[in-house]
Nanobody, 124 residues
């Protein structure tokens, strides 16, 4: 399974971006039941942002992004999206998509597959 993230960029505070993560590989449906987004700011740990259950579409979010970010998936395209609205400077980070067969979608150690990361920079 390979994950390819895209959509990052530079945006002013209050603006929006949409990240995409396309999954490929014949074993995707066998080994992945959760897709998530994490982010890592300079000097900080990689933290959970949002996740979606691939089968039923249930979602979960970090408190810091709840109400501003929306995760969704397109099963036909094997793609997960992260719509980010009302962006703040503290959202600046490299964003990573991840996939796995997790029990806990918030636990980064349970994810088996990771994308390469895409930079999001929010200016004040």
């Amino acid at each position: 399974v390979q994950l390819q993230a895209s959509g990052g960029g530079l945006v002013q505070a209050g603006g929006s971006l949409r990240l995409s993560c396309a999954a490929s590989g014949r074993t995707f449906s066998r080994y992945v039941n959760v897709m998530g987004w994490f982010r890592q700011a300079p000097g900080k740990e990689r933290e959970f942002v949002a996740a979606v259950n691939w089968s039923v579409g249930s979602t979960t979010y970090a408190d810091s992004v709840k109400g501003r970010f929306t995760i969704s998936r397109d099963n036909a395209k094997n793609t997960v999206y992260l719509q980010m609205n009302s962006l703040k400077p503290e959202d600046t980070a490299v964003y990573y998509c991840a996939g796995g067969s997790n029990r806990n979608p918030r636990n980064r150690d349970e994810y088996r597959y990771w994308g390469q990361g895409t930079q999001v920079t929010v200016s004040s």
